[in-house]
């Protein structure tokens, strides 16, 4: 039985769209499963799987991507090239160059829907701003991070939502912005 991922085709359409586009990219999601069904390495890209994704993408277990997350997300980019970013506790970001990282922000309070697509979008709209690959990944997972951890300090991590974030956001990359809140 084919996964449902490959029976829409939509995102197979979308993705035989974007096949020779050459600008910055980043792919979460169905279309992370679609690359693991249809593999290919790209430089452009980069990819924000979590540890179930990076385990199909990678053909193994999630113990085996969670045993060593600094060279699951190596192999990760060895396999489909640019940057990933393995989220989880202790998001890794690498990249082809061999630049990698750990990020030290963020909590358990992220473990909701949505907290990958706000991520996506803040990497999203750097990228549109020209940053490189890696940059983008590692300062739009530290900005999340650091949101939520804002967030945690002043409500705790229990019933974080993704929408949470935005007000927080504003004030983690505007720290020019007085905090009327806290003053």
């Known amino acids: 039985m084919a996964p449902v991922w490959d029976k829409r085709p939509g995102g197979k359409e979308a993705l035989r769209k974007v096949e020779n586009f050459r600008h910055a990219m980043l792919w979460d999601a169905d279309a992370l499963n679609l690359l693991a069904i249809n593999p290919d390495k790209r430089h452009n890209r980069i990819l924000t799987p979590h540890p179930g994704e990076a385990a ?67 990497i999203g709209a750097l990228l549109g701003q020209k940053l490189a690959l890696y940059d983008a990944a590692c300062a739009g997972c530290v900005v999340h991070g650091a949101a939520a951890d804002r967030l945690a300090d002043q409500y705790g991590t229990r019933g974080m939502l993704a929408t949470d974030l935005f007000d927080t956001l504003r004030r983690v990359v505007n720290p020019e912005i007085i905090d009327v809140e806290n003053d």
């Open 56 to 122: 199909r993408l990678l053909n193994c277990s999630v113990a085996e991507i969670e045993s060593d997350r600094l060279h699951s997300a190596q192999r990760l980019v060895k396999r489909y090239g640019g940057v990933v970013v393995l989220k989880g506790a202790g998001t890794v970001v690498a990249s082809e160059s061999g630049m990698s990282g750990i990020i030290d922000a963020g909590n358990a309070g992220m473990a909701s829907g949505g907290m990958g697509d706000v991520l996506s979008g803040i």
